[in-house]
């Protein structure tokens, strides 16, 4: 139902840009997230933008190099990821808010992607 694309094999210090793209359903009006899961771990937070675009949230571990964008006019979120690090290889997964405002627990997203993987290599 969401479309994720984007992930890869990256060196070290190397970018990424995700996309997401809703595949019969509309972003409009929703907050928009952005979660991942590396093998054994949980799946956590990553970041998350509001209705509007306007106000945005990150995990601690991704301030400063990854930024979250969303484009109205095509519906599509994005995920640019720069300086990108061994612990940022995971499942990439793009999901929908339940609400217009940015939530970070999985609970308050209710449509979800099928996940990109991101593998980062020393």
């Known amino acids: 139902q969401l479309q994720a694309s984007g992930g890869g094999l990256v060196q070290a210090g190397g970018s990424l840009t995700l996309s997401c793209a809703p595949s019969?359903?509309?972003?409009?009006?929703?907050?928009m997230g952005w979660f991942r899961q590396a093998p054994g771990k949980e799946r956590e937070f990553v970041a998350g933008?509001?209705?509007?675009?306007?106000?945005?949230s990150y995990a601690d571990s991704v301030k400063g190099r990854f930024a979250i964008s969303r484009d109205g006019a095509e519906d599509t979120v994005h995920l640019q990821m720069n300086g990108l690090k061994l612990e940022d290889s995971a499942v990439y997964y793009c999901?929908?808010?339940?609400?217009?405002?940015?939530?970070?627990?999985?609970?308050?997203?209710?449509?979800w992607g099928q996940g990109t993987l991101v593998t980062v290599s020393s």
């Open positions: 019969g359903r509309t972003f409009s009006g929703y907050a």
């Open positions: 933008i509001d209705y509007t675009g306007r106000s945005k």
């Open positions: 999901a929908r808010g339940r609400y217009s405002l940015v939530y970070t627990n999985a609970e308050s997203y209710d449509v």
